[in-house]
């Protein structure tokens, strides 16, 4: 088992069909203990039973936009586990409306609360955290292709996605002092609930069962198995990495 006894913290299970409920399966298969992140009580009625059913040790609340609340899950994870050896950063959000149109119309307010879902948090949990990540340990954040290329509607996630990859780099250097890893994973378009915001979500979808090289698109199993190589011993040399999980769609030009 590659992640025998790791403890991995879990930000961004909203339910099944979450990408970081396939990623906390595999860790699960892979002999991780897990806790789950919440924001609200209707994603706590979600996400424990998700926490039973995968033998998680504890749930907490955390609303990454909220200092304190980022603050207060630290102190809890110290209080129950003492160190951390895998934080998984699988959250992002954006207004409904700056999913569609043109991304000129993007608001100021609109830019500003995509960035800081979507981008910041990963610099504020891992600062939060630092003290409590094991040397070893290996931060895992999500991504997508948008933020290289134009993707009809992605729009401000783009962007905020551009500043998530370029802050795993920078991030890398800091924690990289302490032999702590941070990659992220470009994962291929999967339907969930943060996915459903984005308008002709499934014009995506076919469109990579089309062209991309392995003809299919991506599940969360499959960015669950990737997710165990980065969390593991295995990738003890890779550190700011973007590891595509596309079925390779990537790679195609015309
Ligand atoms: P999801 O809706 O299942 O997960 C998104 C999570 O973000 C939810 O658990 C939600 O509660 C959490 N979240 C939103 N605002 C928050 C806040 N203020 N504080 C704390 N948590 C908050 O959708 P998903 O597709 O599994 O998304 C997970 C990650 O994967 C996101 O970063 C997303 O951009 C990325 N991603 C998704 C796809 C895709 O096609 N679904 C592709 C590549 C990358």
Redesign the pocket.
């Known amino acids: 088992m590659l992640l025998e006894g790791k403890k991995a913290l879990v930000?961004?299970?909203?339910?099944n069909?979450?990408?970081?409920?396939?990623i906390s399966s595999a860790f699960r298969r892979e002999g991780a203990r897990l806790a789950f992140?919440?924001?609200?009580e209707a994603?706590q009625k979600r996400?424990d039973p998700i926490c039973e059913e995968l033998g998680g040790d504890f749930t907490f609340p955390?609303?990454?936009?909220?200092d304190a609340?980022v603050a207060g899950a630290a102190d809890l994870v110290r209080e129950k586990w003492g160190t951390v050896d895998c934080i998984v950063?699988?959250?992002?959000?954006a207004h409904r409306d700056d999913l569609h149109g043109r991304f000129i119309d993007t608001s100021r307010d609109g830019f500003r609360l995509a960035l800081?879902?979507?981008a910041y948090?990963l610099v504020s949990v891992c600062k939060a955290f630092e003290g409590l990540l094991a040397p070893g340990a290996s931060v895992i954040?999500?991504?997508?292709?948008?933020s290289q290329k134009v993707i009809t509607n992605y729009n401000v996630?783009g962007v905020?996605?551009a500043a998530?990859e370029a802050s795993v780099r920078y991030l890398a250097v800091d924690l990289g002092e302490k032999g702590i890893r941070i990659n992220g994973?470009?994962?291929?378009?999967?339907?969930?609930?943060?996915?459903?915001g984005?308008s002709g979500?499934k014009n995506?979808l076919n469109h990579i069962e089309e062209h991309a090289p392995l003809r299919r698109n991506?599940t969360?199993d499959d960015?669950g198995g990737s997710a165990v190589y980065l969390a593991s011993d295995l990738s003890a040399a890779v550190t700011g990495e973007i590891h595509f999980v596309d079925c390779g769609y990537n790679v195609m030009g015309i």
């Open positions: 930000f961004g299970v909203a339910n069909k979450s990408i970081a409920y396939g992140s919440y924001v609200g994603i996400v955390c609303d990454v936009t909220d609340q950063h699988s959250v992002a959000f800081d879902v979507s948090s954040t999500m991504t997508y292709y948008g996630m905020a996605k998530l994973i470009s994962a291929g378009p999967i339907k969930t609930l943060a996915a459903s984005i979500f995506i991506v969360i960015v």
